[in-house]
């Protein structure tokens, strides 16, 4: 309860939990729909579902190693947005053109912006957090997160897989993800982080130009 109070306590991090629960609310019948979609639409078998598998994999390593060099340069808002547009419109893609080599293209830019937000995310969180409550604030976060969203998404995916055409809940998802991303430049809390970390960048640029004057 500390932790979650803590979490909620600051706009900032109440709105980034609230965005990354919505998105693995969204994003956690993909664990259901990947094979599914490989067999019924790619037709590509076991086969087409690994390779979509490992492509999902590579595209979270690439994410993670680029949000973790680049982390600084954009606002944990601007990183949000970025993250849902590449995310929403690979899922957007990926039935459009139900081809597997466009789908594992597809699949490794999904992960990409996914893990591009999460490096941002985290180190905010942890910047943000006393010392001593770090382990409760953490802790809370993942239950928030992961541990409530994704089997309420599971459970709604089940439900869509049996309703709907694959692709159809594919796209769908897909909207719904770049409506989240365009959504979040419209948030007070993220408006507010963007116009703070972009004077702490005019800050920066000018103190290292009046080095850079000295030195010479």
């Known amino acids: 309860m500390q932790g979650i109070t803590f979490l909620f306590s600051r706009k900032i991090l109440a709105c980034c ?5 919505i998105i693995n609310f969204a994003g956690a019948p993909l664990h259901i729909f990947t094979p599914i979609f490989a067999n019924m639409v790619l037709h590509a078998g076991p086969q087409g579902y ?12 690439a994410g993670s190693l ?10 944990l808002a601007r990183w949000f947005l970025i993250s849902y547009l590449i995310s929403g ?18 699949s490794f830019l999904l992960m990409l912006g996914l893990a591009l937000v999460n490096v941002p995310l985290v180190t905010s969180i942890l ?4 010392e001593e409550k770090r382990g409760r604030v953490m802790n809370s976060m993942g239950v928030l997160m992961s541990g409530i969203s994704n089997p309420l998404g599971l459970l709604l995916g089940g439900w869509f897989i049996e309703t709907y055409n694959p692709s159809w809940v594919y796209m769908g ?12 430049l419209f ?30």
Do not use: D
């Open 173 to 184: 998802i897909g909207v719904f993800v770049v409506i989240m991303g365009l959504t979040s």
């Open 187 to 216: 948030v007070r809390p993220f408006r507010e982080e963007q116009g703070t970390h972009s004077r702490t960048q005019k800050t920066v640029e000018i103190k290292t130009f009046a080095k850079v004057g000295r030195s010479k």
């Open 127 to 130: 910047l943000s957090t006393p």
């Open 89 to 106: 419109a690979s899922l957007l893609l990926m039935p459009m053109f139900p081809n597997l080599y466009i789908a594992i293209a597809c």
């Open 17 to 21: 939990i609230i965005f990354g629960a």
């Open 66 to 75: 680029l949000s973790g060099k680049y982390a600084k340069r954009l606002s």
């Open 50 to 61: 690994g390779l979509l598998q490992s492509a999902f994999a590579a595209g979270g390593i």
